[in-house]
């Protein structure tokens, strides 16, 4: 509900001002917690991509999550 309600809409606001086009998050390693998030649209890159991915970009604290992403426009039109 808090991201249907108060995340996507947030993003589609500020979207109208800048250049939004994806939303990305680090989910916790936990399949049933990542097997949600897939289920609001959000998937996750693969082999190789990932692990580059995660050399450059993921940050400290972040150790263990995994890079998870979609395109703004599935986000608006996700009803779960």
């Not at 108060?6 to 917690?33: M, N, Q, S």
């Not at 949600?36 to 692990?51: D, H, I, Q, S, T």
Request: charged share 30%; glycine share 8%.
């Amino acid at each position: 509900m808090i991201f249907d309600k108060l995340i996507v809409p947030t993003i589609e606001k500020g979207a109208e001002y800048i250049a939004v086009r994806f939303i990305y998050i680090y989910a916790l390693p936990y399949k049933g917690l990542m097997d949600n998030y897939e289920k609001y649209g959000f998937r996750r890159l693969r082999g190789p991509v990932e692990e580059e991915l995660h050399k450059r970009l993921k940050p400290i604290y972040d150790r263990g999550c995994i890079f998870m992403y979609q395109g703004l426009n599935e986000a608006k039109n996700k009803n779960i």
